[in-house]
């Protein structure tokens, strides 16, 4: 195969479930040594397009070429052997196996007909090391941060020594530090002709990283733009079909009176003499790397981790949350990280999820009065544009995107005083993280106290009012939104 010759050509590929078209006459190219990526907005059709290049789909129509001969792949085994390789945006480790296990699944070495364990640990060891996470590869996956399993799928794929590796959102649960370690082993890879599909919904990764990006919008194919001479707007309006307003679209709300206070707070192991004040009105964002603390925090003021140290006031009064109940009476609501795992129960419906915490509200004399939770939940729905098929649809089956917006239906169906929201907008598209943003602000205007945690340094400083920075489980900094740069907020926390 030349230079010249795409190592993979998509030609025409349609895909349809139920009725519902997923995808129609998407066609690209990518060429060996080329970080190719692809954008679109959460249900635009990018995760059935991945399943039919990893042979988990077969295609309605179409045809996928590999080098100058188009190939129908049996299966994803099939894909891998043939030089396709994926990592997917949410770790799918074997829980109870460990990390040199996950990483060589189904392709251990041996030794005389039995696993090779030394030389299987030295190779997953090697593989750790060279995306920087130092862990025994004798760890069980299910030991692991979502960060840090996410880097053992890296290894994972990085050990097939792919022709193709497609990288669904790589760093939606990576710290700035091994984002750039990731992003050198990428640029590696580009350096030695292998092909990368790249989709991130950070446009300032792919500015950082891509040779060209493929745009799909509603399952169709928009255009493929070269990124030097593309404007971050230019993509956004490709991607969205519109103008896009701001970004960050925080409103200016005069900060009423305090109603959460922490002095002190700790959880043992976890984090120690963490205080603030949080107002109505106001958005205190909380940054810092991950593992710094900050999700601890959360979980302690929620009950799921009760405090072992310190104290909590809810509107000048001193409660002890030791367990999600009593955060859910006193009017907290927790919008998690990992919305799969904590957030929903996927198989059930959008209604069930929504109106699970104030079933109680439903009910009389010990029966669930169905018709007014359905009322209750599709108004709710609605109130945050959810795209569904009905409100009875199982909320496994929809975009990452309006998942989240049905895990936040589902809190402020609470009617909370005070929100907590952990990386609200990870791993959605930025149309759907506009949406987002207003509503935060929206929510901000009417009075609600919101806690927000993010990794992402321009959604801290684009949402927040105040700004607090942990390290290793302290607080070490503390910013105006005037005062806050990003500078200023990776300094904290990153020096001792």
Same mark, same amino acid.
């Given at each position: 195969?030349?230079?010249?010759?795409?190592?993979?050509?998509?030609?025409?590929?349609?895909?349809? /479930?139920?009725?519902?078209?997923? +995808?129609?006459?998407?066609?690209?190219?990518?060429?060996?040594?080329?970080?190719?990526?692809? +954008?679109?907005?959460?249900?635009?059709?990018?995760?059935?397009?991945?399943?039919?290049?990893?042979?988990?789909?077969?295609?309605?129509?179409?045809?996928?070429?590999?080098?100058?001969?188009?190939? %129908?792949?049996?299966?994803?085994?099939?894909?891998?052997?043939?030089?396709?390789? *994926?990592?997917?945006?949410?770790?799918?480790?074997?829980?109870? @196996?460990?990390?040199?296990?996950?990483?060589?699944?189904?392709?251990?070495?041996?030794?005389?007909?039995?696993?090779?364990?030394?030389?299987?640990?030295?190779?997953?060891?090697?593989?750790?090391?060279?995306?920087?996470?130092?862990?025994?590869?004798?760890?069980?996956?299910?030991?692991?941060?979502? *960060?840090?399993?996410?880097?053992?799928?890296?290894?994972?794929?990085?050990?097939?020594?792919?022709?193709?590796?497609?990288?669904?959102?790589?760093?939606?649960?990576?710290?700035?530090?091994?984002?750039?370690?990731?992003?050198?082993?990428?640029?590696?890879?580009?350096?030695?002709?292998?092909?990368?599909?790249?989709?991130?919904?950070?446009?300032?990764?792919?500015?950082?990283?891509?040779?060209?990006?493929?745009?799909?919008?509603?399952?169709?194919?928009?255009?493929?733009?070269?990124?030097?001479?593309?404007? %971050?707007?230019?993509?956004?309006?490709?991607?969205?079909?519109?103008?896009?307003?701001?970004? /960050?679209?925080?409103?200016?709300?005069?900060?009423?009176?305090?109603?959460?206070?922490?002095?002190?707070?700790?959880?043992?192991?976890?984090?120690?003499?963490?205080? /603030?004040?949080?107002?109505?009105?106001?958005?205190?964002?909380?940054?810092?790397?991950?593992?710094?603390?900050?999700?601890?925090?959360?979980?302690?003021?929620?009950?799921?981790?009760?405090?072992? *140290?310190?104290?909590?006031?809810?509107?000048?009064?001193?409660?002890?949350?030791?367990?999600?109940?009593?955060?859910?009476? +006193?009017?907290?609501?927790?919008?998690?990280?990992?919305?799969?795992?904590?957030?929903?129960?996927?198989?059930?419906?959008?209604?069930?999820?929504?109106?699970?915490?104030?079933?109680?509200?439903?009910?009389?004399?010990?029966?669930?009065?169905?018709?007014?939770?359905?009322?209750?939940?599709?108004?709710?729905?609605?109130?945050?544009?959810?795209?569904?098929?009905?409100?009875?649809?199982?909320?496994?089956?929809?975009?990452?995107?309006?998942?989240?917006?049905?895990?936040?239906?589902?809190?402020?169906?609470?009617?909370?005083?005070?929100?907590?929201?952990?990386?609200?907008? %990870?791993?959605?598209?930025?149309?759907?993280?506009?949406?987002?943003?207003?509503?935060?602000?929206?929510?901000?205007?009417?009075? @609600?106290?919101?806690?927000?945690?993010?990794?992402?340094?321009?959604?801290?400083?684009?949402?927040?009012?105040?700004? +607090?920075?942990? %390290?290793?489980?302290?607080?070490?900094?503390? /910013?105006?939104?005037?005062?806050?740069?990003?500078?200023?907020?990776?300094?904290?926390?990153?020096?001792?």
């Amino acid at each position: 195969m030349s230079e010249s010759t795409p190592v993979m050509r998509v030609q025409h590929i349609a895909k349809a /479930f139920g009725g519902v078209q997923a +995808l129609q006459d998407v066609h690209f190219e990518i060429f060996p040594g080329e970080v190719h990526a692809l +954008l679109g907005e959460n249900g635009a059709g990018k995760s059935t397009l991945i399943k039919i290049l990893t042979g988990v789909y077969q295609p309605d129509a179409g045809e996928v070429w590999l080098g100058e001969r188009p190939i %129908r792949f049996a299966g994803p085994r099939d894909a891998q052997e043939q030089g396709i390789a *994926a990592i997917y945006q949410e770790p799918s480790l074997f829980p109870d @196996l460990d990390i040199a296990e996950n990483i060589l699944v189904g392709r251990q070495p041996t030794r005389r007909g039995a696993v090779d364990w030394p030389r299987m640990y030295r190779e997953a060891g090697r593989l750790l090391a060279r995306l920087g996470l130092t862990v025994d590869p004798r760890t069980k996956a299910r030991e692991l941060s979502v *960060a840090q399993q996410q880097v053992v799928e890296i290894a994972r794929a990085l050990s097939i020594q792919a022709k193709v590796l497609i990288m669904d959102e790589p760093t939606s649960s990576l710290t700035l530090h091994e984002t750039e370690e990731l992003f050198a082993i990428v640029r590696q890879l580009r350096a030695a002709r292998t092909a990368i599909v790249f989709i991130s919904h950070r446009l300032e990764e792919l500015f950082a990283l891509a040779d060209r990006v493929t745009i799909l919008r509603d399952g169709t194919y928009v255009g493929t733009r070269d990124l030097v001479g593309v404007t %971050r707007d230019e993509l956004i309006q490709m991607m969205v079909g519109r103008p896009l307003g701001e970004l /960050f679209p925080k409103p200016t709300v005069p900060a009423g009176e305090v109603i959460l206070a922490v002095d002190g707070l700790g959880v043992a192991g976890a984090f120690s003499g963490v205080s /603030f004040q949080l107002r109505r009105g106001e958005i205190l964002g909380l940054a810092g790397l991950i593992g710094a603390g900050r999700t601890n925090v959360a979980r302690a003021l929620f009950g799921t981790e009760p405090a072992t *140290a310190g104290t909590i006031q809810l509107a000048g009064q001193v409660v002890t949350i030791d367990r999600p109940a009593v955060a859910l009476a +006193l009017g907290i609501g927790y919008v998690p990280e990992d919305r799969k795992e904590h957030g929903l129960v996927l198989e059930m419906s959008i209604g069930r999820n929504i109106t699970l915490p104030v079933l109680g509200r439903f009910a009389r004399l010990s029966w669930l009065d169905e018709d007014r939770e359905r009322q209750a939940a599709t108004a709710e729905a609605g109130r945050l544009a959810v795209k569904m098929a009905g409100i009875d649809q199982p909320a496994g089956q929809l975009s990452g995107g309006n998942q989240q917006k049905v895990v936040l239906a589902k809190w402020l169906g609470t009617r909370p005083r005070v929100l907590i929201l952990d990386e609200p907008t %990870r791993g959605i598209d930025v149309g759907t993280k506009a949406a987002v943003h207003a509503l935060m602000g929206e929510l901000a205007a009417q009075g @609600l106290a919101i806690l927000m945690i993010s990794s992402e340094l321009p959604e801290v400083l684009g949402m927040s009012d105040r700004i +607090l920075v942990m %390290r290793e489980g302290r607080l070490t900094g503390q /910013f105006s939104r005037a005062e806050a740069t990003q500078e200023k907020i990776m300094a904290a926390a990153t020096t001792a």
